[in-house]
T-cell receptor
Protein backbone atom coordinates (compact mmCIF):
# COMPACT_ATOMS: atom_id res chain seq x y z
CA UNK A 1 0.00 0.00 0.00
CA UNK A 2 1.29 3.46 -0.91
CA UNK A 3 1.94 5.50 2.20
CA UNK A 4 3.47 8.81 3.32
CA UNK A 5 4.60 9.57 6.88
CA UNK A 6 5.72 13.02 7.98
CA UNK A 7 7.67 13.92 11.10
CA UNK A 8 7.58 15.69 13.40
CA UNK A 9 3.85 16.50 13.64
CA UNK A 10 4.73 19.95 14.99
CA UNK A 11 7.92 21.96 15.18
CA UNK A 12 8.57 25.18 17.04
CA UNK A 13 11.62 27.21 16.06
CA UNK A 14 13.08 30.54 16.97
CA UNK A 15 13.62 32.96 14.14
CA UNK A 16 16.93 32.10 12.49
CA UNK A 17 17.05 28.56 13.91
CA UNK A 18 17.50 26.18 10.95
CA UNK A 19 15.92 22.72 10.93
CA UNK A 20 14.55 19.96 8.70
CA UNK A 21 11.21 18.27 8.15
CA UNK A 22 11.07 14.60 7.18
CA UNK A 23 8.83 12.77 4.73
CA UNK A 24 9.16 8.97 4.52
CA UNK A 25 7.32 7.16 1.76
CA UNK A 26 6.53 3.75 0.35
CA UNK A 27 5.11 3.72 -3.14
CA UNK A 28 4.81 1.24 -5.98
CA UNK A 29 6.92 3.18 -8.43
CA UNK A 30 7.52 6.83 -7.69
CA UNK A 31 6.51 9.25 -10.40
CA UNK A 32 7.10 12.34 -8.29
CA UNK A 33 7.29 13.66 -4.73
CA UNK A 34 5.63 16.99 -4.01
CA UNK A 35 5.93 19.52 -1.21
CA UNK A 36 3.15 21.97 -0.41
CA UNK A 37 2.66 24.76 2.09
CA UNK A 38 -0.75 25.31 3.66
CA UNK A 39 -1.79 28.41 5.60
CA UNK A 40 -4.87 28.38 7.89
CA UNK A 41 -8.10 28.66 5.93
CA UNK A 42 -6.34 28.23 2.59
CA UNK A 43 -5.71 25.44 0.12
CA UNK A 44 -2.28 23.83 -0.23
CA UNK A 45 0.19 25.91 -2.23
CA UNK A 46 2.63 24.05 -4.45
CA UNK A 47 6.34 24.40 -3.57
CA UNK A 48 8.45 21.69 -5.25
CA UNK A 49 8.40 18.51 -7.28
CA UNK A 50 11.26 15.99 -7.00
CA UNK A 51 11.49 13.13 -9.46
CA UNK A 52 14.53 11.01 -8.65
CA UNK A 53 16.91 10.19 -5.80
CA UNK A 54 19.66 12.74 -5.41
CA UNK A 55 17.62 15.60 -6.78
CA UNK A 56 17.46 18.92 -4.89
CA UNK A 57 15.29 22.00 -5.36
CA UNK A 58 15.58 25.39 -3.65
CA UNK A 59 13.31 28.36 -3.15
CA UNK A 60 14.31 31.21 -0.87
CA UNK A 61 14.95 29.68 2.59
CA UNK A 62 13.62 26.24 1.61
CA UNK A 63 15.53 23.34 0.11
CA UNK A 64 13.99 19.96 -0.68
CA UNK A 65 16.01 16.78 -1.15
CA UNK A 66 15.06 13.24 -2.15
CA UNK A 67 16.41 9.75 -1.48
CA UNK A 68 14.90 6.40 -2.41
CA UNK A 69 12.93 6.24 0.83
CA UNK A 70 12.51 9.78 2.12
CA UNK A 71 12.56 13.47 1.42
CA UNK A 72 13.70 16.34 3.60
CA UNK A 73 12.56 19.94 3.58
CA UNK A 74 15.40 22.02 5.01
CA UNK A 75 14.52 25.46 6.34
CA UNK A 76 17.48 27.81 6.68
CA UNK A 77 17.25 30.82 9.00
CA UNK A 78 13.44 30.75 9.12
CA UNK A 79 11.31 33.84 9.59
CA UNK A 80 7.88 34.11 11.26
CA UNK A 81 6.25 34.24 7.83
CA UNK A 82 7.47 30.70 7.20
CA UNK A 83 4.99 29.51 9.84
CA UNK A 84 2.54 27.13 8.12
CA UNK A 85 1.74 23.46 7.73
CA UNK A 86 4.01 21.72 5.24
CA UNK A 87 2.55 18.78 3.34
CA UNK A 88 4.39 16.03 1.50
CA UNK A 89 2.72 13.92 -1.18
CA UNK A 90 3.69 11.20 -3.64
CA UNK A 91 2.41 10.32 -7.05
CA UNK A 92 2.63 6.67 -8.05
CA UNK A 93 3.14 5.25 -11.51
CA UNK A 94 -0.17 4.27 -13.04
CA UNK A 95 -2.13 6.83 -11.03
CA UNK A 96 -4.32 9.34 -12.79
CA UNK A 97 -2.24 12.14 -11.33
CA UNK A 98 -3.67 11.51 -7.87
CA UNK A 99 -1.45 12.47 -4.92
CA UNK A 100 -1.18 10.53 -1.65
CA UNK A 101 -0.60 12.96 1.19
CA UNK A 102 1.06 12.75 4.57
CA UNK A 103 -0.61 14.36 7.59
CA UNK A 104 1.71 17.35 7.52
CA UNK A 105 4.15 19.12 9.83
CA UNK A 106 2.93 22.29 11.52
CA UNK A 107 5.81 24.75 11.72
CA UNK A 108 5.76 27.72 14.08
CA UNK A 109 8.56 30.28 13.93
CA UNK A 110 8.72 32.72 16.83
CA UNK A 111 10.41 36.13 16.53
CA UNK B 1 -3.67 31.94 -8.25
CA UNK B 2 -4.38 28.79 -10.23
CA UNK B 3 -7.79 30.04 -11.37
CA UNK B 4 -9.89 27.80 -9.15
CA UNK B 5 -13.05 28.96 -7.44
CA UNK B 6 -14.93 26.85 -4.94
CA UNK B 7 -18.47 27.65 -3.83
CA UNK B 8 -19.84 28.02 -1.32
CA UNK B 9 -16.87 28.74 1.00
CA UNK B 10 -18.88 27.77 4.06
CA UNK B 11 -22.06 25.74 4.48
CA UNK B 12 -24.04 24.39 7.41
CA UNK B 13 -26.64 21.77 6.62
CA UNK B 14 -28.76 19.21 8.43
CA UNK B 15 -28.34 15.45 8.42
CA UNK B 16 -30.21 13.84 5.55
CA UNK B 17 -30.27 16.85 3.23
CA UNK B 18 -28.60 16.85 -0.19
CA UNK B 19 -25.64 19.17 -0.69
CA UNK B 20 -23.76 20.15 -3.86
CA UNK B 21 -20.34 21.79 -3.86
CA UNK B 22 -19.02 23.47 -6.98
CA UNK B 23 -15.53 23.82 -8.38
CA UNK B 24 -14.91 26.15 -11.30
CA UNK B 25 -11.58 26.49 -13.13
CA UNK B 26 -10.40 28.96 -15.73
CA UNK B 27 -7.23 27.04 -16.73
CA UNK B 28 -8.86 24.58 -19.18
CA UNK B 29 -7.10 21.70 -17.40
CA UNK B 30 -8.23 18.19 -18.17
CA UNK B 31 -7.95 16.68 -14.70
CA UNK B 32 -9.98 17.75 -11.67
CA UNK B 33 -10.07 16.24 -8.19
CA UNK B 34 -12.10 16.42 -5.00
CA UNK B 35 -10.30 15.85 -1.69
CA UNK B 36 -11.43 16.09 1.91
CA UNK B 37 -9.23 17.18 4.81
CA UNK B 38 -9.88 16.13 8.39
CA UNK B 39 -7.82 16.49 11.59
CA UNK B 40 -5.55 13.48 12.03
CA UNK B 41 -5.77 12.55 8.37
CA UNK B 42 -3.94 13.68 5.30
CA UNK B 43 -5.87 14.96 2.33
CA UNK B 44 -7.89 12.03 0.96
CA UNK B 45 -9.20 11.65 -2.57
CA UNK B 46 -12.97 11.37 -2.99
CA UNK B 47 -13.46 11.38 -6.77
CA UNK B 48 -11.62 12.65 -9.79
CA UNK B 49 -12.33 13.46 -13.42
CA UNK B 50 -10.09 12.99 -16.44
CA UNK B 51 -12.39 14.72 -18.90
CA UNK B 52 -15.96 15.80 -19.55
CA UNK B 53 -18.29 13.02 -18.39
CA UNK B 54 -15.26 10.89 -17.39
CA UNK B 55 -15.02 10.33 -13.66
CA UNK B 56 -13.73 7.69 -11.26
CA UNK B 57 -13.75 6.89 -7.55
CA UNK B 58 -11.04 7.67 -5.07
CA UNK B 59 -10.16 6.34 -1.63
CA UNK B 60 -13.21 7.68 0.26
CA UNK B 61 -16.00 7.82 -2.33
CA UNK B 62 -18.87 6.24 -0.35
CA UNK B 63 -21.76 8.68 0.07
CA UNK B 64 -20.50 11.03 -2.66
CA UNK B 65 -21.21 11.44 -6.36
CA UNK B 66 -19.72 13.78 -8.95
CA UNK B 67 -20.55 15.21 -12.32
CA UNK B 68 -18.61 17.03 -15.00
CA UNK B 69 -20.66 18.31 -17.92
CA UNK B 70 -18.19 21.06 -18.89
CA UNK B 71 -14.41 21.24 -18.75
CA UNK B 72 -14.51 24.12 -16.30
CA UNK B 73 -16.97 22.75 -13.73
CA UNK B 74 -16.74 19.76 -11.39
CA UNK B 75 -19.59 19.19 -8.94
CA UNK B 76 -19.49 17.13 -5.75
CA UNK B 77 -22.84 15.95 -4.36
CA UNK B 78 -23.62 14.50 -0.98
CA UNK B 79 -26.93 12.75 -1.67
CA UNK B 80 -27.91 12.58 2.01
CA UNK B 81 -25.45 14.36 4.26
CA UNK B 82 -24.22 12.67 7.46
CA UNK B 83 -22.24 14.06 10.38
CA UNK B 84 -19.20 12.04 9.27
CA UNK B 85 -19.10 14.19 6.14
CA UNK B 86 -18.37 17.32 8.18
CA UNK B 87 -15.03 18.32 6.70
CA UNK B 88 -13.14 20.79 4.58
CA UNK B 89 -13.44 19.95 0.90
CA UNK B 90 -10.77 20.94 -1.60
CA UNK B 91 -10.91 20.92 -5.35
CA UNK B 92 -7.69 20.55 -7.32
CA UNK B 93 -6.75 20.73 -10.98
CA UNK B 94 -3.86 19.37 -13.01
CA UNK B 95 -2.54 19.64 -16.51
CA UNK B 96 -1.75 15.92 -16.27
CA UNK B 97 -1.72 14.36 -19.68
CA UNK B 98 0.46 17.01 -21.24
CA UNK B 99 3.03 16.47 -18.49
CA UNK B 100 2.89 13.37 -16.34
CA UNK B 101 4.53 15.03 -13.38
CA UNK B 102 2.29 18.07 -13.26
CA UNK B 103 1.54 19.17 -9.71
CA UNK B 104 -2.00 19.60 -8.47
CA UNK B 105 -3.16 23.15 -7.77
CA UNK B 106 -5.80 23.60 -5.11
CA UNK B 107 -8.70 25.91 -4.45
CA UNK B 108 -9.26 27.49 -1.04
CA UNK B 109 -11.78 24.93 0.10
CA UNK B 110 -15.37 24.65 1.30
CA UNK B 111 -15.95 24.16 5.01
CA UNK B 112 -19.03 21.94 5.39
CA UNK B 113 -20.72 21.31 8.72
CA UNK B 114 -23.48 18.69 8.97
CA UNK B 115 -25.58 19.07 12.13
Amino acid sequence: EDQVTQSPEALRLQEGESSSLNCSYTVSGLRGLFWYRQDPGKGPEFLFTLYSAGEEKEKERLKATLTKKESFLHITAPKPEDSATYLCAVQARGSQGNLIFGKGTKLSVKP
Amino acid sequence: DAGITQSPRHKVTETGTPVTLRCHQTENHRYMYWYRQDPGHGLRLIHYSYGVKDTDKGEVSDGYSVSRSKTEDFLLTLESATSSQTSVYFCAISAQGSSYNSPLHFGNGTRLTVT
